[in-house]
C-alpha cells in the first residue's frame, strides 16, 4: 500500500510564503511523475506544478514565478515553494504521484489534501 502525506498547509496573509512537502511511503518501485493539486468549493481539482523523475518541471500559468516544485528521490518527497501569496491561491492543496508498484504496473495515489488559506 502506498501513502503520500502532505504537510505544511496553513493561514497565511497576502505576500506571504509557504511551503508544502509529501512525503510517499510504502512499498514500490519508484515515483514517476509527482505533482500538486489544487481544489476549491464547487470547483473541479486543478494541476499547479507536475515535476518527472528527471526533474523536468511545467507549472500553471497563474503560479509561474512564484511556486517552484523540487523533489528529494533519496527521501521519496516532493515540495511545492509558495512565495508571494494571493488569495486566490486559497484552497486545499493534494500531492499527486505516479507509482511504479511492480517492474510493469503504475498507479496513481492522491493524498489526503492539506489547507491553504491567504488573508487579503
Known amino acids: 500500500q502506498v501513502q503520500l502525506v502532505e504537510s505544511g498547509g496553513g493561514l497565511v496573509q497576502a505576500g506571504g510564503s509557504l511551503r508544502l512537502s509529501c512525503a510517499a511511503s510504502?512499498?514500490?518501485?519508484?515515483?514517476?511523475?509527482m505533482a500538486w493539486y489544487r481544489q476549491v468549493p464547487g470547483k473541479e481539482r486543478d494541476l499547479v506544478a507536475r515535476?518527472?523523475?528527471?526533474?523536468?518541471?511545467t507549472y500553471t500559468d497563474s503560479v509561474k514565478g512564484r511556486f517552484t516544485i523540487s523533489r528529494d528521490n533519496a527521501k521519496r518527497t516532493a515540495y511545492l515553494q509558495m512565495n508571494s501569496l494571493k488569495s486566490e491561491d486559497t484552497a486545499v492543496y493534494y500531492c499527486?504521484?505516479?507509482?511504479?508498484?511492480?517492474?510493469?504496473?503504475?498507479?496513481?495515489?492522491w493524498g489526503q489534501g492539506t489547507q491553504v488559506t491567504v488573508s487579503s
Open positions: 510504502g512499498a514500490f518501485v519508484s515515483i514517476r511523475d
Open positions: 499527486n504521484a505516479v507509482v511504479l508498484t511492480t517492474l510493469t504496473t503504475q498507479y496513481n495515489y
Open positions: 515535476i518527472s523523475s528527471a526533474g523536468t518541471t
